[in-house]
């Protein structure tokens, strides 16, 4: 069971709610959000009508909504109506308008990001992608550039009007990640991360939470859950798929994934071709499948040389190839109802 408050609701309603609840002898889990705060009710007993009428009477309360899923605040139950996430102006997951988030792999030099970034903004992405923090298979590999990759997003995200959406692997680094980005990523290897799922929870700035590489659908939305009840409401989830025995490509795509999430949750959905897939020819038709399956936006790697990517080169698109697929793109949205990013404006 889930109390919902009303928008700014006092403290002394809140407060009052809570011990309430306590002197039932249940667990009050108290969900703060930039808005409205959400109260989820732990160890209802079997008569929850009653529990219901008594909850509903509280001065603050909104509505209380009873849940039977395992993932509360996340479920469409709890919120029927789609959430938007807006990460700033003319940045948005879930409406009309598609999020488009493009950028390298790894952020490897100022002048690559610089370079990929124009072109991707000039190709109408609205969001620059690009890890400064990432996780390895080998810990030999190529680790990020860390702070200075983070600057050098920023640096080139602000030349070109676009929002950054960047990893973060270690719940020390949230906040110097935050104080750089827009939007947080937490990765698939650390879909489970419950520490950093938390610590980025109590961060507000938007998440974009990508699917384990075996995770069920169930516990993706666990995940989210832990960061909606930690106080961000603004999360993005991300289908990036899943592992398989097929050795043509990286993952498998789970794209039926994404309808299924519209009716389980009330979060916007989005792809990322490039991990699911692992290889550049297939990344144009995942996209346009991605966008007629109904996904609120893509992820894509580009990557002016991509022989030369210190990571994930195979799986790059050349940056006229992005431009490409954004022109392949529009058509598709529009037959389904959806329209591309305005074009970046520099502010
Ligand atoms: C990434 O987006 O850079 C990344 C590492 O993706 P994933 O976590 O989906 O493997
Ligand atoms: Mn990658």
Not at 60 to 86: F, N
Not at 220 to 242: K, N, P, S
Request: aromatic share 4%; glycine share 8%.
């Amino acid at each position: 069971m889930i109390i919902v408050m009303r928008p700014h609701a006092a403290d002394e309603e809140i407060l009052a709610v809570e011990a309430s609840i306590a002197s039932l002898e249940l667990t009050a889990h108290v969900s703060r959000g930039a808005e409205r705060t959400i109260v989820g009710v732990i160890g209802a007993p079997d008569d929850k009508e009653a529990l219901r009428a008594q909850f509903v009477q509280l001065d603050g309360v909104e509505q209380v909504i009873l849940i039977s899923r395992a993932y509360k605040l996340v479920s469409r139950e709890a919120k029927p109506e789609p959430t938007i996430v807006r990460v700033r102006e003319g940045v948005t997951f879930g409406g009309e308008t598609l999020a488009l988030a493009a950028g390298p792999c790894s952020i490897e030099s100022r002048e690559q990001v610089l370079l990929t970034a124009q072109a991707v903004a000039a190709a109408g992405a609205n969001l620059l992608r690009g890890g400064a923090f990432k996780p390895r298979t080998s810990p030999y590999a190529f680790q990020g550039l860390g702070q200075s990759g983070l600057e050098f997003m920023r640096e080139a995200a602000d030349r070109n009007g676009l929002a950054i959406v960047t990893e973060v692997v270690d719940p020390r680094d949230v906040e110097l990640v935050a104080a750089h980005a827009d939007m947080m990523q937490i990765g698939a290897r650390n879909m489970q991360n419950f520490t950093l799922l938390r610590e980025v929870g109590y961060a507000r700035k938007p998440v974009l939470l990508k699917r384990g590489i075996s995770a069920t659908i169930d516990e993706w939305l666990m995940a989210a859950e832990y960061v909606y009840a930690a106080g961000t409401h603004d999360i993005v989830l991300c289908e990036r798929g899943i592992r398989s025995y097929d050795t043509h490509t990286r993952n498998l795509l789970d794209l039926a994934a994404v309808a299924v999430l519209r009716t389980l949750t009330h979060l916007p959905v989005i792809v990322d071709p490039s991990h699911a897939t692992g290889v550049r020819s297939l990344v144009l038709p995942m996209s346009l499948a991605a966008v007629a399956a109904g996904a609120d936006g893509l992820i894509i790697e580009v990557h002016p040389t991509p022989a030369t990517a210190k990571s994930d080169g195979a799986q790059s698109l050349t940056l006229p190839a992005f431009a490409e697929l954004t022109a392949r793109l529009a058509p598709v949205a529009h037959a389904v109802g959806r329209r591309l990013p305005a074009p970046a404006v520099v502010v």
